[in-house]
Structure formats: structure tokens, C-alpha cells
């Protein structure tokens, strides 16, 4: 049966993504409403939720968090946003990997038009990511019901329907944007990086004032405008609306152009808009005395350099932008730690500290550049696998480099790149404190900033190690879930009060407070340890097996 149309096969083919996601994020509203009750008992629990989520408005607005769908739509209704990664990633390759891989080609041989292989590809799609909505409407309701939450089944549902329909942004982003790129892995970057632009955008906001109208220009802000779980708030018709019709737009516009031009090729600019054509000698037609050709180590680092510089930028700019925030919340944070127990638990647990220094906000906040540079490494690692399965291991092992040299010179290129960009990232959070008059530890900000590194380079000889026995789909399926999995325990974790034997299950817990108490050296080595394990254990792998298997 699964085989019998495109929009079957299609649909198969995501039926694993429909359950992680779906049910990943649901647990994570579930375990949140469920723990609500514990953290209003009193009055002066209540009250001091209140203050706290004042002093966050920048991250979110901050509407009847006393109750429990306001809190968990305050907390983690942006958080959520995480599972846009996959309809960025699987509208991406919607149509530009079925064509860098030449399984287009067959495909459009059958009797079918071009405008229903896209439609129905792109219809299960849709029909997956409201798969993944009513999951997690399911379990939010359920979470709900535990605690008596003045939401119901309907309100449930249209909150997953607010989450459909912010995926299905960044979905139709991804694949206009695939139109105008060879590799998909371009257009994933470019969305990706997008999202990380639009989130912050949001957020300008309500930090700097008379700025809404620049945050209009976020998708994110038509999200924020629908809170179905918050008594008395309810959906915004005309935001879900306009999140609809800029799906509807860019996917019209991208199966346009597809509908119009060559499989493999891009879209035909317009004369007055191409880039001038320069002759080239014969001598230099083919990059022979190129740089990046020279060895595989030159070459890995020019094949990572353009995404490398992207990646930079939206963690360099993330760090620097958190320097703002702090400055801004300082002398309202102070003021509060006075009063607020619970904020005084959290910023014991995430940051390390109290609230009496500028150093300990930035370092609850400063928590998440580890996941940023994770979720790098994670696409460098995808990278590394599919080569593999796109046969062009091959042709650099048909030269005369040994398996073993071809690993680490690739490992080796992506170590470089992680070591510039952490110090790109510090020179933006110096240069950022310097200027908004921050006084922060220039010791400890370093460590903060570089021991990050370690934790990328952990998650990339994972994605190394597991490539070495599965598929480039379900390899980096799987970093993407472990991601999400430490994500979850780290930052829900600790807000919950998990035990501290439940939190040294993530990764990231070894990050510590390095902006408060400086490099934690031993729990660096373990993860350096960790790493040269599994990168030798990727390495006998990759000598040992035949290549393609």
C-alpha cells in the first residue's frame, strides 16, 4: 500500500519523525504541567513566579503565569520551536536532494506530472506535521487534565495548530529557498539561520521600546500572538491566518519555479539581475593549483568554510545579544533575588550563583551556546555520512590517502573551524560587554566561551561513530534526538529539580558555570576522553568496513 503514490511513499518515509517529534515534544509539556502545582503551592510562590517572568518578558510575554497554561506557554511556548528543525530539514531536500542524489529523474520517468510529485510530497509533509501537532495537543490536554488546567481538549488542539503552523513556515522557506541553491544542505543553513534571526527579532520588541514594527516582520511574532492554553487569551484567527497564506505563498512560488526550470539546475535569474560573465583562460578553467585541493585536510576546511561563517554569526550574535539582555535585566534581577526563593533556585541551578553579580544572569543564559555550537556539529557530522552514501568517499579514497588519514584530516578540519569560531564568539561577547559597560571576568569569560568547544566536538565524533553502521537519515536522526534528549534534561531538568544523578546524563551538565567559577577542568578532560574514544572507535570502524555498507 505504501508504495502506491508519491504521497504514500513520502509519508512512509517520515512516519519515524512523526512519533520522535511529536511525542518528544508532547512528554515535554506533559512533564511541565504535570510539575506546575509544585512550583504555585503558596501565595508567595505565586507571586514571586509573577516577578520572575516580569524580569524574562524579553524571552517571552509573560501572561497569567500563575496558572498552568500560562506557565508553560511563558516558559517554553518559544522553546517549542525546536521542532521546526525538521520541516527546514525535510522541505529542504524535499526536492533538491531527490535531485543531488539523480532519484528525481526516475521519479518524473513515471506518468505523473511535475506539479502532483511536488504536491503530493509536499501534502504528506503537512499531513505530518499535523500528525506531530495532534500528538502533542494530545499529551498537553493529558498533561492538563493531571492538574485540573483551565484548558481543554479544543484549546489543546489549536495550540498544536499554532505549532503546525509556524513549521509550516520555515518548511515553505526552506523550499523556496531550495530553488535557488545546488546542495540542500545550503538552503537548510540559510533557513535555519533565518529561524535564529526571526526568533530575535521577535524579541526586539520587548526590549527596546516603539520597535513592534520591526518585530512584525518575524513570523515568530504571529506564533506568540496565539496562546490557546492561557485562560481567557484564547487564538489569534487573524495571525494563524497569516502564517497560513505565507506558507500557501512561498510554496506556490517555489513549485512555480520548479514547474519552470531544469532538474538539477536553479532558477534563471533575469538578464539585468545575473552576475557579469568573465572569460577564463583554459590554464584556469578547473581549480587545479587551488588552495583547498592540496590535501583532504585544506579541502574538508574549504567545504566548511561558507556554513561555518553562518553558524558563526548567529552564535557570535546570540552571545552578544544575551550581553544586552543581561545589561538591561541587571537592576531588575538584583531587586528581585531579594524576594523571590524560586529565583534564587533557579540561578543556584542554571547559573551557578545569585543575583547579585552580572556574571550570574549571563551565565543562566550563557547555558545555551553549547547546544548552538551541538546542533553544528550535528550537521557537519550529516555531512560526513552522506558523502559516504553519495559515493564521493570514493573518489577521494581512489587517491592515494589511507582511510585512516581521510577521517582525521576531516575531523581535524572541523576542529579548526570550532576553535575560530569560539573565538570569534568571544571577541563579540568582549567587545559587546566592553561597549554596553559590562564588567565581566575576562578569565572566566573566555572559559565560558571556549569550553564550549569540547561539547561540539563530542557531538561530531558521535555522529562519526554511529555513520559508521547507519544511513545519513537515521545517523543524524538520532544526533538530533540525543540532542533534544540532553536539551531536555538539562534545561527542563533543573527547573523541575531532578535529581543531581538524572542531570549527568546530558552532555551539556559537564558545560558547569564556567562565567562564574572558571573552567571545570576535570569534567573537560572526561569530555575530551569521551571524544578520542569515540572518534577511535569511528576510525577502526571506518578502516574496517567496506565503504557504502
Aim: glycine letters at 10%.
Amino acid at each position: 500500500m505504501w508504495f502506491t503514490s508519491v504521497y504514500l511513499k513520502t509519508l512512509r518515509e517520515v512516519r519515524i519523525a512523526i512519533l520522535g517529534w511529536g511525542i518528544g515534544m508532547g512528554l515535554l509539556l506533559y512533564a511541565v504541567l504535570a510539575a506546575v502545582p509544585s512550583l504555585l503551592e503558596t501565595p508567595q510562590a505565586r507571586a514571586s513566579v509573577v516577578s520572575l517572568a516580569g524580569s524574562f518578558a524579553w524571552f517571552a510575554d509573560p501572561i497569567a503565569v500563575d496558572t498552568p497554561g500560562g506557565y508553560v506557554t511563558w516558559k517554553y511556548g518559544l522553546t517549542i520551536l525546536i521542532i521546526a528543525i525538521w520541516p527546514l530539514m525535510a522541505c529542504s531536500r524535499l526536492l533538491r536532494g531527490e535531485e543531488e542524489h539523480g532519484s528525481l529523474d526516475a521519479l518524473l520517468s513515471l506518468p505523473r506530472g511535475r506539479m502532483r510529485v511536488v504536491l503530493e510530497k509536499l501534502a504528506a509533509v503537512w499531513t505530518a506535521l499535523l500528525g506531530m501537532g495532534l500528538l502533542i495537543a494530545l499529551l498537553a490536554f493529558a498533561g492538563g487534565k493531571s492538574v485540573n488546567a483551565d484548558f481543554g481538549l479544543g484549546e489543546a488542539l489549536l495550540f498544536g495548530l499554532n505549532v503546525v503552523l509556524i513549521c509550516g513556515v520555515f518548511g515553505s522557506l526552506a523550499l523556496l529557498l531550495s530553488q535557488f541553491t545546488q546542495e540542500r544542505r545550503t538552503a537548510s543553513g540559510l533557513t535555519g539561520g533565518l529561524l535564529l534571526v526571526f526568533i530575535v527579532l521577535d524579541m526586539v520588541h520587548r526590549v527596546i521600546p516603539n520597535t513592534e514594527w520591526l518585530s512584525r516582520l518575524s513570523p515568530v511574532y504571529y506564533y506568540n500572538l496565539s496562546k490557546p492554553l492561557i485562560p481567557g487569551y484564547g487564538t489569534n484567527l487573524g495571525a494563524m491566518l497569516v502564517m497560513l497564506a505565507l506558507s500557501l505563498l512561498m510554496s506556490g512560488a517555489a513549485l512555480g519555479i520548479f514547474a519552470r526550470r531544469d532538474v538539477g539546475g536553479t532558477l534563471v535569474l533575469p538578464g539585468f539581475l545575473r552576475r557579469p560573465e568573465r572569460a577564463v583562460r583554459p590554464a584556469r578553467a578547473l581549480p587545479v593549483n587551488a588552495w583547498s585541493l592540496r590535501s583532504v585536510y585544506t579541502r574538508s576546511l574549504g567545504m566548511i568554510v561558507v556554513p561555518a561563517c553562518w553558524w558563526t554569526l548567529g552564535i557570535a550574535g546570540f552571545a552578544g545579544w544575551m550581553v544586552v539582555i543581561d545589561k538591561q535585566t541587571e537592576t531588575n534581577m538584583a531587586t528581585l533575588y531579594k524576594s523571590s526563593p524560586i529565583l534564587k533556585d533557579f540561578l543556584s541551578r542554571v547559573g551557578g550563583g545569585d543575583a547579585t553579580t552580572n556574571a550570574t544572569i549571563l551565565s543562566a543564559l550563557y547555558v545555551l551556546l553549547p547546544l548552538l555550537l551541538m546542533a553544528f556539529a550535528v550537521t557537519q557530522a550529516n555531512r560526513w555520512s552522506a558523502d559516504e552514501e553519495d559515493g564521493l568517499q570514493e573518489l577521494v579514497l581512489a587517491t592515494p590517502q589511507s582511510r585512516l588519514t581521510v577521517l582525521l584530516a576531516r575531523f581535524g578540519a572541523l576542529t579548526t573551524t570550532m576553535v575560530i569560531m569560539g573565538l570569534l564568539t568571544l571577541a563579540t561577547t568582549a567587545l559587546t560587554a566592553a561597549a554596553t559597560g559590562l564588567t565581566l571576568n575576562e578569565g572566566n569569560l573566555a572559559a565560558a566561551t571556549l569550553s564550549i568547544i569540547p561539547l561540539g566536538l563530542l557531538m561530531a565524533a558521535i555522529g562519526y561513530l554511529l555513520s559508521g553502521w547507519l544511513r545519513t537519515a537515521l545517523d543524524t536522526g538520532i544526533l538530533s534526538f540525543l540532542l533534544v534528549i540532553w536539551f531536555f534534561i538539562s534545561f527542563i531538568g533543573s527547573g523541575l529539580n531532578w535529581p543531581d544523578a538524572t542531570l549527568r546524563l546530558s552532555a551539556i551538565y559537564y558545560y558547569g558555570t564556567p562565567l562564574l567559577h572558571g573552567l571545570p577542568l576535570l569534567d573537560t578532560l572526561g569530555v575530551l576522553a569521551v571524544t578520542v574514544v569515540a572518534l577511535t572507535l569511528a576510525s577502526v570502524r571506518f578502516v574496517r568496513k567496506d565503504i557504502g555498507r
